[in-house]
């Protein structure tokens, strides 16, 4: 009872970080919101850059899991310090004294529709990168036409824009987009694929490769200039504006589908329990580690540990590496205090 | 008439539905590497004709792309190839200078 371990989200960070627990001897408690596990990643289709089924690691996962405490369909009602421990409630009515907490608490998708120069919500064929992910995974969507000539990407939507709040690059939506690009021709071969870019960050193990690979045998178009306006022509497709940057002229074109390429911002449901448990937040809103080097898995408290993209936009192998240091920073915390 | 001094601008714009890129697309089949710039402009700074006629690669490449004429451009070429050493995804540009003048013939 004294080593309770509360892990606080139950996405491919909370789920390898009980994983690693439960082999370390311990029985973590697992609370995830949603009723099934899995997080943004069970939304997705393929993975970037080796195009791994992101089912190759939920499924496996949520077996490995079976075997803790977990919650599903439960949210963290509030969050108390105690002298040596914290006192968890969950909205189903039970108590939980915990000797370590670990937030496992994630992003939120970026709300495409704050930016209403692009058309989200508003015009017929204009989609997010997650609203793509679900059809690739089987989901209808009206949204995107049976036989498009040309589909756009927009790169940074909610990324690196102060105006919107996030003044952060979250990191994986340029080779997110490179990847739905590539899908996209693979569905659409006689399709025209633009992506809309500022810089194209490819900061990964095969990330450039694979942008390579868009250029060279995939003929996506890249176009160095952030979308400044999306407008729909009588016919229903949809006009692009951008400045061709590199040739220093504005540019037009016509499109049958727009995908959004949402970034990551802070999961603003967590602001409340952070300040409950007394946390530091960051002024991008997510948790802030104690040190952003080598304390990015420790909060300003004794006992609070975090893993994942609730301190900062991460990659899915970041992640689950995070998750699985985090299991030995717990461990060594409950042995030595 | 009286001429007033007012003309109607011609619109800069690019307009990707109306270009004609029949010679990219060629040079595409023929060089598929061309396709792997990234304009990132290195070509341009060590090219021995630029500082005085203006020729660029990167240009060459992306006026091909937007369908425009290079051949003025071109013209200043000296077939020096120094863009081909340092060219960081290996693109042997003199070669495509040489492909391109070919789609011309």
């Known amino acids: 009872m004294k080593d309770n371990i509360v892990i606080i989200g139950g996405g491919v960070a909370g789920m390898e970080a009980a994983k690693q627990l439960l082999s370390l001897g311990y029985t973590p408690i697992l609370v995830e919101r949603n009723s099934q596990l899995g997080g943004h990643v069970a939304g997705w289709y393929r993975l970037f850059p080796d195009m791994t089924p992101a089912k190759d690691i939920i499924v496996p996962l949520r077996l490995d899991v079976a075997r803790a405490n977990v919650f599903t369909g439960t949210r963290v009602q509030s969050i108390t310090p105690e002298r040596e421990s914290y006192t968890i409630v969950l909205d189903n009515g039970i108590s939980i004294e915990a000797r370590a907490v670990v937030f496992a608490t994630g992003f939120s998708l970026f709300d495409a529709s704050k930016k209403e120069e692009y058309g989200y919500g508003v015009y017929d064929h204009v989609i997010t990168n997650s609203d793509l992910e679900a059809w690739f995974c089987g989901k209808e969507d009206k949204r995107i036409p049976s036989d498009p000539k040309a589909v756009g990407f927009v790169h940074c939507v909610g990324s690196r824009d102060l105006k919107a709040g996030n003044s952060q690059c979250s990191k994986v939506c340029c080779t997110t987009a490179i990847k739905q690009a590539i899908e996209m021709k693979e569905k659409f071969p006689d399709a025209e694929i633009y992506c809309f870019y500022m810089d194209l960050r490819l900061f990964g193990k095969k990330y450039e490769d694979f942008y390579i690979n868009a250029q060279r045998n995939f003929g996506v178009h890249f176009i160095r200039g952030r979308v400044s306006e999306v407008g729909e022509t009588i016919d229903g497709r949809l006009q692009v504006k951008a400045e061709d940057t590199l040739s220093g002229k504005p540019l037009k074109v016509q499109l049958d589908s727009l995908v959004l390429m949402s970034g990551m911002s802070c999961n603003e449901g967590v602001r409340n329990l952070a300040r409950q448990a007394r946390l530091d937040v960051d002024d991008d809103g997510f948790l802030k580690s104690s040190n952003n080097i080598y304390g990015i898995l420790n909060s300003n408290r004794k006992g609070v540990f975090y893993a994942g993209a609730c301190t900062g936009t991460k990659t899915v192998p970041e992640t689950l590496a995070e998750a699985r240091a985090v299991a030995v920073e717990v461990h060594n915390y409950l042995k030595n205090g | ?105």
Do not use: E, W
């Open chain 2, 1 to 105: 008439m009286a001429d007033f001094g007012f003309r109607l601008s011609k619109s800069s714009t690019i307009d990707l539905d109306k270009i004609d890129t029949s010679v990219y697309d060629r040079l595409c089949k023929t060089d598929p590497d061309v396709k792997t710039c990234m304009a990132c402009g290195s070509c341009s700074a060590t090219c021995t004709a630029a500082p005085f006629s203006g020729m660029s690669m990167r240009k060459v490449i992306l006026a091909l792309q937007r369908g425009q004429d290079v051949r003025p451009m071109l013209s200043k070429c000296m077939l020096c190839g120094k863009c081909i050493m340092v060219c960081p995804r290996g693109i042997n540009t003199r070669h495509i200078i040489l492909s391109i003048c070919r789609q011309y013939d």
